[in-house]
């Protein structure tokens, strides 16, 4: 279960469940303890989300905010710019809780940069460290890449997380 606050006093609490066909994700988004707005997403596969749960936080703070009719959002009428503020404040604070969990990687990649005598031992180091990640997966031949790009390439990947 993961929870972020935003705005004044309001919080979404989210939890993933397993389903016959896959999973899916719930989110709650309350003020002072009182449910104001209940979403789910269903996928087969994974997700492709900046950070968990994104896509139901998004809907949550939608339902509870967007008070346009079905009309005027077929005639494209502007969204309430406390959607996009509520949304971009949970993203924000959501995306660097995320990122602080790859911090221990990012540091023993550095120490690998020290420990290492040539191009090769750091490259194959640094991708040994971030192969660790769940969910990053290398090409099959990421191997046969000259040492120059594959160190272009995990460099890049570390500028990412």
């Not at 935003?6 to 979404?12: A, L």
């Not at 996928?43 to 989300?49: A, I, K, L, Q």
């Not at 950070?51 to 949550?60: G, K, L, N, R, T």
């Not at 339902?63 to 494209?76: C, I, L, Y």
């Amino acid at each position: 279960m993961k929870t972020y606050s935003f705005g004044e006093g309001y919080q979404v609490n989210c939890r993933s469940e397993k389903t016959r066909y896959g999973f899916r994700h719930l989110c709650e988004l309350t003020k002072d303890y009182n449910v104001i707005a209940k979403t789910k997403a269903c996928y087969y596969n994974r997700t492709w989300e900046a950070y968990e749960f994104q896509s139901v936080i998004h809907q949550a703070i939608n339902a509870a905010f967007d008070n346009r009719t079905r009309a005027q959002q077929k005639k494209g009428q502007e969204i309430n710019p406390l959607i996009k503020q509520y949304c971009d404040e949970v993203d924000a604070r959501a995306r660097g809780i995320e990122a602080k969990k790859f911090d221990p990687v990012k540091m023993v990649c550095a120490v690998g940069a020290l420990l290492t005598d040539n191009p090769e031992e750091r490259a194959n180091w640094d991708k040994r460290m971030l192969s660790t990640i769940p969910g990053i997966d290398f090409p099959d031949d990421f191997d046969s890449l000259p040492v120059e790009e594959q160190q272009r390439r995990l460099d890049k990947a570390k500028e990412v997380l």
